[in-house]
């Protein structure tokens, strides 16, 4: 019950327009089906008396369709051709090859290799208009690649050592 809890304020302290709310609800109604009755009376229980404040961001909702294009590419490992808007209003289309994606200055970010600069750039999920996976597969390049990551991020699969200790 308290796990079940535990992701539902999870998720409640997402900023608005976070690529992964939708995704993360849906696990955490799986997760609440899975419970049993008395396991559930718990959990409800339990959140009925945690109150939260959700993150505020001020971040434009990311296109659901373009944040699966991005987890099919990395996954895959195939490139991505997008539809790029940068802050001054210039549309460009792109054939990225994506590293990571990540939560930083109050953004979501696809950070990839750029087919046409030759190099690592950091893509805002908001303003990235069309994406669609190539049958053009790519070599993940190491994550170190893209350089040290800032002090207060990190993977989020750091969370499975830190619970084992």
Wanted: net charge positive; glycine share 6%; charged share 20%.
């Amino acid at each position: 019950a308290s796990q079940a809890v535990a992701v539902s304020i999870a998720l409640a302290v997402l900023p608005a327009g976070s690529p992964f709310n939708t995704d993360g609800e849906a696990a955490a109604r799986k997760m609440r089906d899975a419970l049993g009755p008395q396991a559930s009376q718990r959990a409800a229980s339990l959140a009925s008396r945690v109150w939260v404040q959700p993150m505020t961001s001020g971040t434009p909702k990311v296109n659901g369709r373009v944040l699966r294009a991005i987890e099919q590419s990395l996954v895959g490992q195939r490139t991505l051709s997008m539809t790029y808007v940068s802050a001054q209003g210039i549309s460009t289309r792109r054939t990225i090859e994506p590293t990571i994606i990540a939560w930083a200055d109050h953004h979501w970010y696809v950070v990839a290799h750029c087919q046409e600069r030759g190099d690592t750039r950091w893509f805002r999920l908001d303003r990235i208009v069309r994406a669609d996976v190539a049958k053009t597969r790519y070599t993940a390049r190491p994550v170190a690649d893209i350089g040290k990551p800032p002090a207060s991020a990190r993977p989020i699969d750091d969370t499975r050592s830190k619970i084992a200790t």
